[in-house]
């Protein structure tokens, strides 16, 4: 879970840009391959959108993807208040 919640902070950093593979890999500490697959579960999922622009890959959150973003992100800190590990 605390993949996918930073997967999807990374993102939402972006905007409506989005960010690429790279980008999300680096900041999310990722090898290249886990990023690409974490992300093809979140469009597979609904939560998050591609775009292939000059041949990159570039992710933004949809609609979904960002009322799950806020829900777990309550959750987590839920979870953090009640000194739980998760």
């Given amino acids: 879970m605390v993949v996918i919640h930073e997967i999807?902070?990374?993102?939402a950093d972006g905007g409506r840009m989005g960010a690429n593979?790279?980008?999300i890999s680096l900041?999310?500490?990722l090898s290249h391959y886990a990023a690409?697959?974490?992300c093809d579960r979140l469009l597979?999922?609904?939560l998050m959108e591609q775009h292939v622009t000059k041949g990159s890959?570039?992710?933004c959150m949809t609609s979904k993807g960002l009322m799950f973003f806020r829900e777990l992100d309550r959750f987590q800190n839920i979870v953090s208040s009640l000194n739980l590990r998760c």
């Fill in 44 to 46: 597979e999922a609904g």
């Fill in 57 to 59: 890959r570039v992710f």
């Fill in 36 to 38: 690409i697959e974490k």
């Fill in 27 to 29: 900041k999310a500490n």
């Fill in 8 to 11: 999807l902070a990374i993102t």
């Fill in 21 to 23: 593979v790279s980008n």
